[in-house]
């Protein structure tokens, strides 16, 4: 790269009509002071802790809907506002919001819980290492010393059940009968309603005693709540008149995802920006949609079991060997290789047949079955996306990186 190219960029750059007012408005952390479309869901909430103003307990409140539908952002607008209040008339309110994804285990939700007072208490209890009956002694005696309301929402539960069992939620829904003092109303927020298989019925019932549901948003709410957040983020002029309407069409399909549609318009931006562009338009969305979906695929990569990275990678072997479609046969032989020079034992050709289907469910690669006549059926695939971008995940992948060094003729004549 030499001097001219870089002083160049750096002049574009310089000359380029400012894009962005704040960028931080579009991103997921920031709380916008409206939600539009989540008035019913604002009064529900609103209704449900109400009591807390006269001293009376909450009940517990199990909140759901699909991923994006603003849950988390409405359970915090509310319970902030509840805090604001409840501090003016000097009614003893505590908020505890937990993210399942991180915390995801029993000891370690306690502990949040107790380390939440460690100012007032002087407790503070470790990441790892105590009995957890003590700690739950502790939350105990920590939420008791005074009385209040102590609120606890635990936004992805189903993270927290799934991995370590209905235990936690069965003594959080029971605990107000062992306090004398204060009292605990919790919020659960979820997307996968499957969950709720996992729980026991008498947990699920104290769980449920309220439920709030958040709907998809359709297009036209995507779009109100894309332009308020559009004329905080961005110079004036700068958006094209179409863009807003798309980023909220292609979001709407997505399942009305209100997060995939801020990061279309917040991407689509980061493009015309580093375009040197002067406005974004229909074009930066389409290119915005591209990237998301791309990195969306790398990060399903990223996180498929081993099994399904080596099957993976015999396809792509296969693929770039111009051996495509394949047969699950063709494919079988090939991973079988793969698993004998990582030193892996390979899986029955049933179940690869099974994890064939997972990757094409992901997206990933196309198996589409075709009858052969008398022969049967069988399954021809196809490799959905690049092997560059499979190959540059591995590379970062000890695992698998090893794989990256195999040639299909070299592999072929060794067996
Ligand atoms: N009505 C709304 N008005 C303004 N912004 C919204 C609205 N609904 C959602 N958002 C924004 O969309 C993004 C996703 O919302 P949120 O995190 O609340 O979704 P969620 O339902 O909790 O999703 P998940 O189940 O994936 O956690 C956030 O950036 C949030 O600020």
């Given amino acids: 790269m030499d001097d001219d190219y870089l002083s160049s960029i750096f002049e574009k750059y310089l000359h380029a009509r400012k894009i962005f007012k704040n960028k931080e408005v579009l991103r997921h952390s920031y709380t916008p002071k409206e939600l539009p479309h989540r008035h019913k869901q604002i009064d529900d909430l609103a209704h449900i802790l109400v009591p807390v103003l006269r001293g009376e307990t909450p009940s517990n409140v199990f909140v759901y809907g699909k991923t994006g539908t603003g849950k988390t952002v409405t359970v915090k607008f509310v319970t902030e506002e509840l805090k604001k209040i409840s501090q003016k008339y000097n009614i ?16 370690r939700v306690l502990a949040r819980i107790v380390n939440h007072f460690k100012e007032e208490s002087g407790i503070e209890v470790p990441l790892v290492g105590w009995p957890t009956d003590e700690v739950y002694a502790k939350l105990k005696e920590v939420i008791d010393a005074k009385e209040r309301f102590v609120i606890i929402v635990l936004d992805e539960i189903d993270k927290l059940i799934k991995k370590s069992g209905d235990d936690i939620l069965y003594s959080l829904t029971r605990i107000n009968s062992e306090l004398s003092k204060a009292k605990v109303s919790i919020i659960g927020i979820s997307n996968d309603l499957k969950f709720k298989e996992y729980l026991d019925a008498r947990v699920l019932s104290s769980l449920s005693e309220e439920e709030v549901v958040f709907p998809p948003y359709d297009a036209n709410q995507l779009r109100d709540i894309l332009m308020q957040r559009a004329k905080e983020a961005f110079y004036e002029g700068v958006l094209d008149d179409a863009v807003v309407p798309l980023c909220a069409a292609l979001a709407a399909r997505e399942h009305g995802d209100a997060r995939r549609a801020l990061d279309l318009l917040r991407v689509a931006g980061e493009i015309a920006e580093r375009e040197g562009a002067s406005k974004v338009t229909e074009r930066h969305v389409w290119k915005a949609q591209e990237k998301i979906e791309q990195d969306t695929m790398e990060e ?39 698993c004998d020079s990582l030193d ?16 094409d469910m992901l997206g990933i690669i196309n198996a589409k079955v075709v009858s052969k006549g008398r022969y049967g059926r069988t399954k021809e695939i196809r490799l959905n996306v690049t092997p560059y971008m499979v190959k540059n995940i591995y590379r970062h992948d000890e695992q698998v990186r090893p794989l990256l060094t195999l040639s299909l003729s070299r592999q072929r004549r060794l067996f």
Avoid: F, W
Avoid at 92 to 107: G, L, M, Q, R, S
Avoid at 310 to 326: F, H, K, R, S
């Fill in 92 to 107: 003893p309110v505590e908020v505890i919001y937990i993210n399942c994804e991180i915390i995801d285990t029993h000891y």
């Fill in 300 to 338: 399903v990569i990223k996180t498929l079991p081993l099994h399904s990275k080596v099957l993976l990678y015999a396809i792509v072997m296969l693929d770039e060997n111009g051996e495509l479609p394949a047969n699950t046969g063709e494919v079988y032989s090939i991973y079988k290789m793969l």
């Fill in 344 to 359: 892996v034992e390979p899986l029955t050709q049933r179940r690869v047949s099974d994890l064939i289907n997972e990757l």
